[in-house]
């Protein structure tokens, strides 16, 4: 595997980055959704849910930890990075 330098602090180059990378996952949801790509009427196993956990300013917030607390006896567990959360 790669080797990652994490910082916690982002750059405004990063930051830009990762908004754009949001808002793309968002607007290929939006389009799947208007595009009717979804099937109905057929179960199927093996999709995701991923939330993004930031602050008052859009910034990532590693709060995992905290969050699955507040969540406990709820289906959500941690994902690689500290402000990712997923359901199970």
Known sequence: ?????ITEEL???QMRGYVRALLDDVHALERMIDEKRFES???RVGAEQELFLVD???RPKACVLSM???LKGLPFTTELAQFNIERT
Do not use: A, S
């Open 68 to 70: 699955l607390e507040r």
């Open 56 to 58: 008052q300013n859009l």
């Open 41 to 43: 009427g057929v179960r």
């Open 11 to 13: 750059d405004h180059i």
């Open 1 to 5: 595997m790669g080797e990652n330098q």
